[in-house]
Nanobody
Framework: QVQLMESGGGSVQAGGSLKLSCTSS????????LAWFRQGPGREREGVAA???????NYADSVKGRFTISKDNAKNTLYLQMNNLKSEDTAVYYC??????????????????WGQGTQVTVSA
């Protein structure tokens, strides 16, 4: 069983930056596909960015050029650097992992393990 815990959320003004972290209870991220999802107010959960076990990354169009996903296998930690934040980025952000997903899908159905989420609020 893989347990994931997010941190780093908070409130920031538009144009600002935040860096989210997701720590795994195991070294699973060396072999698992990892991803960030978010759910904004009144919206369905959507994929933001993913990183495959080989380091290949995939981003939603809405965050390309602003967000960067990365991981540190030695620390069992996944990151999401978010720059030039916009009010529409306001959401609860979740990290997810799966041993079988490949090519970094942004489909939540492809992921087995989930964190509890961390709130990101961007004010205009």
């Amino acid at each position: 069983q893989v347990q994931l815990m997010e941190s780093g959320g908070g409130s920031v003004q538009a144009g600002g930056s935040l860096k989210l972290s997701c720590t795994s209870s195991t070294s699973s991220q060396r072999t698992h596909c990892l991803a960030w999802f978010r759910q904004g107010p009144g919206r369905e959960r959507e994929g933001v960015a993913a990183i495959a076990s080989d380091g290949t990354t995939n981003y939603a169009d809405s965050v390309k050029g602003r967000f960067t996903i990365s991981k540190d296998n030695a620390k069992n930690t996944l990151y999401l650097q978010m720059n030039n934040l916009k009010s529409e980025d306001t959401a609860v952000y979740y990290c997810a992992a799966d041993p079988a997903a490949d090519n970094g899908p942004l489909d939540e159905q492809r992921y087995t393990y989930w964190g509890q989420g961390t709130q990101v609020t961007v004010s205009a």
